[in-house]
């Protein structure tokens, strides 16, 4: 920084006189103001349309973009600069871009749990429905708190056969899900054998859904920690969840959410389905029941280590494939 430019920024910043600053300083006030009127020189000049160029670059990002994407944007437009220079601009204009929110997972691994084998091995495909389901955790931020929406996917034909919500990830809420998905296929005597592929959280590694999938004939199978690629299938829904619902829509309590994003999922699922198949799927259409455990009627609470709460489940069904 030149002394000139100190001066000046004196009085800017913090309202000091220039005579009294020249004066501290030992320099004349008349060098001072030649130097305020003098022509910009050739790297002034330049500076000064850089700044313009980054600030209006930054704008149309709507405010987002950091230095390498602006700086990526300005080269691409003809300019030759570089990426810290674009940064020292944006300093310098207190530009900042938006720095995205790092999601905290929801899986928590109970070390001592038993361990359960990858009976999928990443072949997310099925010869049949109730060959192999796929499950995971999810959760929906509202001004009350976070809602949990769990899940249930039959990787033959991707429908959704359970999403209970709940205010807690815990094993009563894995626990309702596999339970919807049961009575949805028609309880033990259909669903015998059928593997359900999930993370190695402790929502599905606990004794009480542990006992549940083998009293309901679920065989259990989990990928290993930390690999998001070894249940793909559920991370696929999700992320297609989070773009196209709920970075859409703010909700204010957990009914508004439970009430927001059911209506949505069947044309989420849809149109996952219609990508996956190249353009093609059948109509669809959405049926919302309450569900049960295993043995009790379907307008009855589900329940898991004796607690009541209300569950629903949404089913896609589609006629242009097998259940």
Not at 224 to 230: K, W
Not at 254 to 272: C, D, K, M, N, T
Request: glycine share 8%; charged share 25%; with cysteine.
């Amino acid at each position: 920084m030149s002394v000139a430019r100190f001066i000046a920024d004196q009085r800017t910043m913090h309202r000091v006189p220039h005579a009294v600053t020249c004066a501290i300083l030992g320099v004349s006030v008349s060098w001072f103001y030649k130097w305020v009127h003098r022509e910009p020189t050739p790297t002034e000049v330049r500076r000064s349309e850089l700044d313009a160029a980054v600030k209006a670059a930054f704008e149309a990002s709507k405010r987002t973009y950091g230095s390498p994407r602006i700086h990526a944007d300005l080269v691409e437009a003809g300019w030759t600069v570089s990426v810290n220079t674009v940064a020292d601009s944006m300093r310098r204009q207190g530009l900042q871009g938006r720095k995205p929110k790092r999601r905290k997972g929801t899986t928590k691994q109970d070390k001592t749990a038993p361990k359960f084998p990858d009976r999928l091995k990443r072949d997310f495909t099925a010869p049949e429905a109730n060959v192999k389901w796929c499950g995971d955790m999810t959760e929906i931020p509202t001004d009350e708190g976070k809602l949990y929406l769990a899940t249930v996917l039959d990787l033959f034909s991707r429908k959704l056969l359970a999403s209970p919500t709940a205010e807690h990830p815990d094993a009563e809420l894995a626990g309702d899900a596999i339970k919807m998905a049961a009575a949805v296929r028609g309880g033990r005597t259909v669903i015998d054998g059928v593997i359900f592929h999930t993370d190695r959280g402790s929502t599905y590694t606990a004794k009480d859904f542990t006992k549940l999938c083998r009293r309901l004939g679920v065989v259990q199978s989990m990928g290993r920690v930390g690999s998001c690629f070894d249940n793909a299938a559920s991370e696929a829904f999700f992320s297609t969840l989070e773009h196209e619902v709920l970075s859409r829509h703010h909700f204010r309590t957990r009914a508004e959410a439970r009430a927001g994003v059911s209506p949505l999922v069947p044309g989420l699922l849809q149109r996952q389905t219609t990508a996956q198949l190249g353009g093609v799927a059948g109509s669809g259409r959405v049926r919302e029941n309450r569900c049960h455990p295993a043995g009790r009627s379907l307008n009855e609470a589900s329940t898991i280590s004796g607690k009541h709460r209300p569950s629903y489940v949404v089913s896609f069904e589609s006629s242009g494939a097998r259940p």
